[in-house]
């Protein structure tokens, strides 16, 4: 079995539930704190040394031989170990993997770096339990302010200042790193592909250009808790109504914009069989080629479910809980990934609909972004795959491109 190989099958059963077989990893629940000593574990066998930095990211370190001092310029790779509720295997996970396969074929080669190598695993990435993503990288980067992160709740009403106690961490100091533009020379994210563009062209892997601008979207609608069998229709104020109504809007404005649209997450109170509803908590995730065309698709959104709202005598409150501008992966970075890879033949250039922390971090540090080939095009479900052989040519790929940098 190849490095890669023996890595991904020591992480399979963690996490995964055994009805859905979908895997569910939320921050600082137990799944995750096992993947953290396990990223531990495999840093220490490699002689690289972890930190976990104030904002509970992960960090394993390769120093060069004779390096005096703090690490500056680093080539820096990986990706989360976090998922979405029921999510698939590859999403994040395979971009740390990678990442341990890389350094054993670096080092199989016998290269020795003349910078500093990192392996980084960035806390809660998809936001699954607080509802934010990218906590981590939106700390470290300052897009995320502490007092509001550490306020966030989960469906339980536990805080992340909460979670992150309970888990040992202290929260004093989480926040904006200071070090990141120095210590950070380019960050190089290798993911599984959230799409089939690879498989239909017959490519097992890529480079990214851009990644769309998205955000998520929180819909309170409020009406009035009442008995579902003794309330006449027209005295209801269902909030339900409203609600269903503005996930077929969405999806209609979605089509017109040439965007997306999703109404994924959905809470509603009191949540009983026989009894009308008194509030729906909706999550609204929507994303566009452009920042002028995502705006008014979400505009519109709004305005159609208002336009519900008052028809069926219902409140609504919208709320921004976070959008992420569109991110074009420079050009310098990009441009060296395709040169190391250019024994490859014809490696394909490709934006994503999909958020990243490569996405985060560009606003202060160079980014650039692997894919490997998603034969199935799923992706946050238990049936997301990607072929045994395209994840070691993606490991290989990654040590070709570490290779190149580490040695320039």
């Known amino acids: 079995m ?11 059963d963690v996490g995964q539930h055994r009805n859905t077989r979908g895997y569910r990893r939320f921050a600082w629940g137990d799944a995750d704190l096992t993947l953290r000593e396990w990223f531990r574990d495999n840093a220490s066998k490699r002689g690289m040394d972890v930190e976990e930095d104030r904002n509970g990211n992960l960090w394993a370190w390769w120093m060069p031989t004779g390096w005096v001092g703090e690490p500056t310029g680093a080539f820096v790779t990986g990706s989360h170990l976090d998922s979405v509720p029921d999510g698939g295997a590859y999403d994040g996970p ?7 396969a890389a350094i054993d074929i670096v080092r199989e080669r016998g290269i020795e770096p003349t910078i500093p190598i990192a392996i980084t695993a960035f806390s809660d990435e998809e936001g699954a339990r607080f509802g934010v993503a990218c906590v981590g990288s939106q700390l470290t980067t300052g897009a995320l302010k502490p007092e509001r992160a550490l306020a ?25 790193d200071d070090t990141l533009e120095s210590k950070v020379g380019v960050y190089v ?8 563009a690879l498989d239909l062209v017959d490519k097992p892997i890529a480079v990214a250009s851009s990644i769309w601008p998205h955000g998520r979207w929180e819909f309170t609608f409020s009406g009035e808790a009442n008995h579902a069998g003794a309330t006449r229709l027209v ?22 914009h040439g965007a997306v649209a999703t109404f994924g997450k959905v809470h509603v109170l009191p949540n009983g069989a026989n009894a009308i509803p008194s509030e729906i908590k909706a999550w609204l995730d929507a994303r566009a080629a452009d920042e002028e065309t995502l ?16 028809s069926d005598r219902i409140a609504l409150e919208v709320f921004a809980e976070s959008i992420t501008p569109i991110v074009e992966f420079p050009s310098e970075p990009r441009e060296k990934l395709k040169r190391a890879l250019a024994h490859l033949g014809d490696v394909p ?3 994503t609909a999909a958020g990243h922390d490569a996405g985060i971090l560009s606003a202060k540090v160079p980014t650039a972004m692997l894919f490997v080939r998603n034969p199935t095009g799923v992706s946050h479900s238990p049936d997301e795959f990607a072929e045994a052989t395209d ?11 570490m290779a190149d940098w580490v040695t320039d």
């Not at 190849?2 to 399979?12: A, G, K, Q």
């Not at 966030?152 to 904006?176: F, Q």
């Not at 994210?189 to 089939?196: A, M, P, S, T, Y």
């Not at 994840?391 to 491109?401: K, R």
Request: hydrophobic share 45%.
């Open 2 to 12: 190849t490095s890669f190989d023996t890595l991904w099958s020591t992480i399979l």
């Open 94 to 100: 395979l971009g740390v993997v990678s990442a341990f």
């Open 152 to 176: 966030l709740r989960d469906v339980d009403g536990i805080t992340l200042a909460e979670a992150m106690s309970k888990a040992g961490r202290s929260t004093t100091h989480i926040g904006t």
């Open 189 to 196: 994210e290798l993911h599984v592909e959230q799409g089939r």
């Open 235 to 256: 005295d209801r104020r269902d909030p339900m109504l409203a609600f269903a109504s503005s996930v077929h809007s969405a999806r209609t404005a979605a089509t017109a």
């Open 295 to 310: 705006t008014k698709l979400v505009e519109q959104i709004e305005a159609d479910a208002r336009t519900h709202s008052t």
């Open 349 to 351: 250039v490709l934006p």
């Open 391 to 401: 994840c070691n040519i993606g490991a290989e790929a990654l040590a070709d491109v």
